[in-house]
């Protein structure tokens, strides 16, 4: 186990990784490099071995991610913020304009649409209606239907059968 004085001069690997911004498999690449150094240490724990890197190691290693950056005041963030909320504002107003001219236009093309479509309907009964005019014309011009035909009856010698005929039965 580590002692109290060094836990808070070591690090993590996901803590090392996050503290200079590489990926956690950088940092194990470096550990397993120099694992045999003061500069690591292992620490058992129940589901196995945890390594610690050195701070000041990892400084050495890496050491412009290693420097912390210079903290921002908050009173020099109030204007930006103020500015990025104003262009956000006009950016959510353009948007809805841009949302309702589409409604606009979509209500547009609807009528549109409806109005042709009434044309084509309006254009479909007219042909309907010159072609029954025209059936109508023709079905005066057909000859009036004669009377049903006369059927004669047909002599007993075709209604018997073939062989009957030939054999006389």
Do not use: C
Not at 121 to 149: C, D, F, T, V, Y
């Amino acid at each position: 186990m580590l002692r109290m004085e060094n836990a808070a001069t070591f690090l993590t690997i996901k803590q090392a990784a996050q503290q200079v911004n590489r990926s956690e498999q950088t940092i194990r690449r470096l550990v397993k490099q120099y694992v045999k150094t003061s500069h690591i240490q292992t620490e058992l724990t129940p589901k196995g071995n945890t390594y610690l890197i050195s701070q000041t190691f990892l400084a050495q290693q890496y050491p412009s991610q290693a420097e912390p950056l210079p903290a921002v005041t908050a009173q020099a963030q109030v204007p930006e913020v103020a500015e990025l909320e104003r262009q956000l504002a006009e950016r959510d107003q353009t948007i809805q304009q841009l949302q309702n001219r589409l409604l606009e236009q979509n209500d547009v093309l609807n009528a549109l649409t409806s109005q042709v479509n009434s044309q084509r309907i309006g254009r479909i009964e007219e042909l309907l209606l010159s072609q029954n005019e025209q059936l109508g014309e023709l079905q005066k011009r057909l000859p009036e239907p004669r009377e049903a035909p006369i059927v004669l009856p047909v002599p007993e010698s075709i209604k018997r059968g073939f062989w009957q005929r030939v054999f006389g039965k």
